[in-house]
């Protein structure tokens, strides 16, 4: 990363061990600061998490906790500033333990110290100790892997450019195994309760949807190892490099392969979400919407066009309530919304109706060079609406600020 960049946070190392039993965690964190101006502190949120110490370039100093936050100081010395934090404890959320496993849900901050804004991005590295017989994956490329006296073993992963810290993962555990090849790239299944040929049963259009996707965005899968670990419930959770699915979304696959939703939806955002993510919360439809239009759009092809409009006739549906509730705001509201299920509606529906509404203006034509250009444009980026409709102009033969006031502003 370029020093000259920013001001802030530029790097997180986080060394953890998970105890399964206890569910709790003990970790440190190590961030790497970089303060152009002087800045006299820096915070982070603790989520319940208890501080065992906290060194700065190496010396230990004392802290604060105001409101739930850990307030660090600073001295407000130029340049890179080594923060290491030690903590331990038992996370409420961020972290589902099993009876052989754990993996991390949104969002991150809950298990490992760091800042939660989706704007910032940070080089990431981690290195997960646990029990000789589990595997790991983590957000990034598989490092290496050593032993940790008798009975444990350190697997280190490492991100291959800065990403967002709310995406950043872990899952650890006695999972079975399973993995196909796609070109250069390796697709990896890990299950709790799924044996290897069932593993590849339920995921075998993986491949296919990697290449719809790359197809469509212009911009290859961003991971030479992209992992589903499929885990009882009804969780779907994408991280970098991999996601977590619950059974109670997958396993509906065997009966009717058109149920492909979860795994369609949380690939995408290898693509929009993660390579490029919304700049603050108020943008998060461009990661929703766009995915959840994704979903719709790969179903089309693959299924043909009675099932991409079944899909858009569920979405207008689930839109209706939040018409139904008074409450149908822009895409881009940065008020308070009443309740996760409008807020759903606003974000993924009426971002994913938003994008099928553009594509009908634009044409099929223009509207997927949008698409294209407004992915390879902002690749590793942090990106706002204004951005995404600059891509979609300048594939198109007209102006779209009506269409984009209508929905967005
Ligand atoms: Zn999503």
Redesign the pocket.
């Known amino acids: 990363m370029g020093k000259s960049a920013r001001a802030g946070i530029f790097s997180y190392h986080a060394e953890i061990q998970p105890d399964i039993l206890a569910k709790s965690i003990r970790g440190k964190v190590t961030a790497l600061y970089l303060s152009e101006r002087s800045i006299q502190k820096v915070s982070f949120p603790l989520n319940g998490l208890v501080i065992d110490g906290v060194q700065v370039n190496r010396r230990s100093i004392t802290t604060q906790i105001l409101d739930g936050q850990l307030i660090i100081p600073l001295k407000a010395i130029l340049g890179k500033q080594i923060i290491e934090i030690s903590y331990h404890g038992i996370p409420k959320r961020g972290l589902v333990f099993g009876p052989n496993y754990v993996y991390s849900v949104f969002f991150t901050c809950n298990w490992m110290i760091c800042d939660e804004a989706p704007g910032i991005k940070t080089d990431f590295s981690i290195d997960i100790i646990v029990p000789k017989k589990f595997i790991t994956v983590a957000s990034g490329d598989f490092i290496s892997k050593k032993s940790e006296g008798k009975k444990l073993v350190r697997h280190s992963w490492k991100e291959n450019r800065p990403y967002s810290s709310y995406i950043f993962g872990f899952a650890a555990g006695e999972f079975k195994s399973a993995s196909s090849k796609l070109g250069k790239s390796e697709l990896r299944y890990l299950g709790v309760m799924d044996d290897k040929s069932s593993l590849l049963q339920k995921f075998k259009d993986t491949a296919r949807m990697v290449k719809f996707l790359e197809q469509k965005s212009g911009v290859p899968l961003p991971h030479s190892l992209y992992t589903q670990v499929l885990v009882p419930g009804n969780v779907?959770q994408?991280m970098t490099s991999f996601s977590v699915l619950g059974k109670d979304f997958i396993d509906p696959i065997l009966t009717n392969p058109q149920e492909d939703w979860a795994i369609l939806?949380?690939l995408a955002?290898q693509w929009w979400?993660n390579l490029l993510t919304c700049k603050s919360w108020e943008q998060v439809w461009l990661?929703?919407g766009i995915?959840?239009f994704m979903v719709a759009a790969y179903k089309e092809e693959r299924w043909g066009k009675a099932a991409y409009d079944k899909e858009m006739e569920i979405i207008k549906k689930r839109y209706q309530r939040a018409i139904d509730a008074n409450f149908d705001v822009p895409l881009t509201y940065k008020g308070e919304y009443p309740g996760l299920q409008l807020q759903r509606a606003i974000v993924?529906s009426k971002g994913a109706l938003f994008m099928d509404a553009l594509r009908k203006e634009m044409g099929e034509e223009a509207f997927w060079s949008g698409v294209q250009k407004y992915t390879r444009t902002n690749v590793g980026r942090s990106v706002v609406s204004q951005e995404f409709q600059k891509a979609m102009e300048w594939a198109s033969s007209k102006k779209l600020q009506v269409i984009f006031d209508k929905w967005v502003y």
Do not use: I, K, M, R
């Open positions: 779907a994408e939806h949380e955002h979400g990661n929703e995915t959840v993924y």
